[in-house]
């Protein structure tokens, strides 16, 4: 076996996933027609000069010992992946900003090609390919290829679909894309226009709109669509379609397809071809529908499997969940630019005309910063615990036990929403941390926003994924009398009716250093939410008219249960063993911060529920400040131990070794507007105005 047939396997082993006509326009015949860390801890109060760029090899170089037990066993693949992307000239980024949209995606696509070939040539595993890509740090057609068109294939096509299509994919022989969304529909899946029928009649068009690599890229793409057959919709399916020649690249005949155009940003997601697509009578083999859920005979008869039709929506939750550490991920990218930075500048101070004070001694700063490092660890560790949940309910699903698939699908849901949301909001944040150079280019922080706030919206709206774990809840709640015990990660709402009395007992401050006590608060605030949006339900004749009416207070309700989650899990990961001296200490304290934060800005919930007292939140709210000056010493160290090089950052402010001034100005003027010092447009537009002023000065 060739060593790239060798990693091809060992990809294949590690991932999870008729004649028919196909068109959004309704008017065909035959088959089916788609219409359509480390954490060295240090007491030096972060106040180091950042080290040299030079440096970062050798001081980065550390001991096992030190090494959080936490941070996933990849630690070294990912350190090796992120040196050589650093390394090779091809991965260059910092002259994004400055192409033209052509220019940045032909760059792309060089880039996409030359980690292929360095993927095979390195003999990369898979693990090592999906770390080299993250370095990359750039979206591309790849990122739904190997995310969301592989997982659709193998969790929704049958045993036989899997080995026709898959090693194709795998050696990228194909590039496929997800096509979901439409034009007029996109949260409302089962709203979709796209048909695929075997006996079409009407002639309406509808277009698939979104789909990342579909623009230009993919040759083929898993197109949802309502399947119609004998006259009979049956829900929406996956259509493996094949959308471009594989000789000369050119649209198959009924395929209308191209990009969507520029997005928010300048250089940012527009590396992505973004496409649209139209089908007219495009005709596809009957087989290639995936038929995982349901198949259909070459009659046209439709025969369900024993697996939950939900199991469609499948590739979904798998990427929501890699979503959530993806947050976890941006969000430390943000603050570990925020906090160095914050540890270089300097304003006011001594009035003795002494050294000015670094912002990061600011209270002010300390409390808007430190709370948003608490969340990336937080995020990091319950992504960890997601993707624990991820693979349980796949091999559960392997042996027909869907008892917790509606778990599954409401924690990625919910999860996603929150973190991304909270992920965003934190980038912008970060941007203002920094004051004004935040707003450079070369902060690196305006284009990590342009990047990530879209994931507030792809793979399900927040607000829309919210009221889905809020539909969740209301179910929990409403099946407690009955008997059925909830389990996972409603477990607590079994303890209803004690958490609707309980009264917190915090007296002093430090009182809430105590785990249970938090999460009593938490679990308390949270089953008084849900039970009072579920009692309100219950005065409406109509449930869904009553689920309308008060869908933002399920909505708090959800976002109440999902902030339960996040603090149960790093409550959970401190219960474990951490390795390091001290590394243990400041994840406790990060975790208080984290919980405390959460409850001062959603003060409203704990007190109008009554789980605590205006005393107690005062309290809360002490020992929040003084745990901030826990952190400040160790700041500089905690954000080291996400190991990112420059390169990755690319941020002028987040430099490792703090030499920010000298090189802001540097890039200054690399600026193409200082390649002259007299700026073209002078002579047509300045000197006239000039010129002019002169005369009607004279005048
Ligand atoms: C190398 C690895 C890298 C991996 C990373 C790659 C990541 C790349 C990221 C790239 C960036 C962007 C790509 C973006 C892609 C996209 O955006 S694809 C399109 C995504 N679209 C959506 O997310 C649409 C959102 N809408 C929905 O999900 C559904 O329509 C919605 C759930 C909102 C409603 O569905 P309905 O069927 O109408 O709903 P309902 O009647 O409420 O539900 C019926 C029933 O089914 C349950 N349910 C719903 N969804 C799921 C699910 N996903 N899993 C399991 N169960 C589900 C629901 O709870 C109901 O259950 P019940 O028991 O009947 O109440
Ligand atoms: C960068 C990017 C990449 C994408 N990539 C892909 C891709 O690869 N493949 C693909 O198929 N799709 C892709 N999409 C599409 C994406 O999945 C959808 O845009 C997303 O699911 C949201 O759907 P929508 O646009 O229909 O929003 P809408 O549902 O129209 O949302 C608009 C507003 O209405 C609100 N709303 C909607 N329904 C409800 C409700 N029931 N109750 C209360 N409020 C509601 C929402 O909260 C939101 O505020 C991508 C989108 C983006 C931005």
Redesign the pocket.
Known sequence: MSSAQGFLNDWVESRVGLGSNISNSRNTSVSYNIKGCWIPLTDNGGRRSLGSREEQGSVRCRRDEDRLGWFPPHFDVSDRMARLVASDPVFRKDNRAMLSRKELFKNTLRKAAHAWKRIIELRLSEEEASEMRFYVDE?AFTD?HWG?FVPAIKGQGTEEQQQKWLPLAYKMQIIG?????EL?????VQGLETTATFDPESDEFSF???????GKVSTHAVV?ARLITEGQEHGVHGFIVQLRSLDDHMPLPGITVGDIGM?FGTGA?NT?D?GVLRFDNVRIPRNQMLMRVMRVTREGKCVQSNVPRQLIYGTMVYVRQTIVSDASSALSRAVCIATRYSAVRRQFGPQDGGVETQVIDYKTQQSRLFPLLASAYAFRFVGEWLKWLYLDVTQRLQANDFSTLPEAHACTAGLKSLTTSATADAIEECRKLCGGHGYLSSSGLPELFAVYV?AC????????LL?QVARFLMKTVSQLGSGKKPVGTTAYMARAEDLLQSRCSVQKAEDWLKPSVILEAFEARAVRMCVACAQSLSKFQNPEEGF?EL?ADLVEAAIAHCQLIVVSKFIEKLQQDIPGKGVKQQLQILCYIYALNLLHKHLGDFLSTGCITPKQASLANDHLRSLYSKVRPNAIALVDAFNYTDHFLGSVLGRYDGNVYPKLYEEAWKDPLNDSVVPDGYQEYIRPMLKQQLRNARL
């Open positions: 979206p739904l969301m894309c997800y096509a979901q969304t007029g529909h996109g949260s409302n698939i709109w979104w789909p990342g690599g579909l949802y997005k997601y992505m973004n879209p919206t792809y793979e399900g709206d927040n607000v829309v009221l309308l869908s």
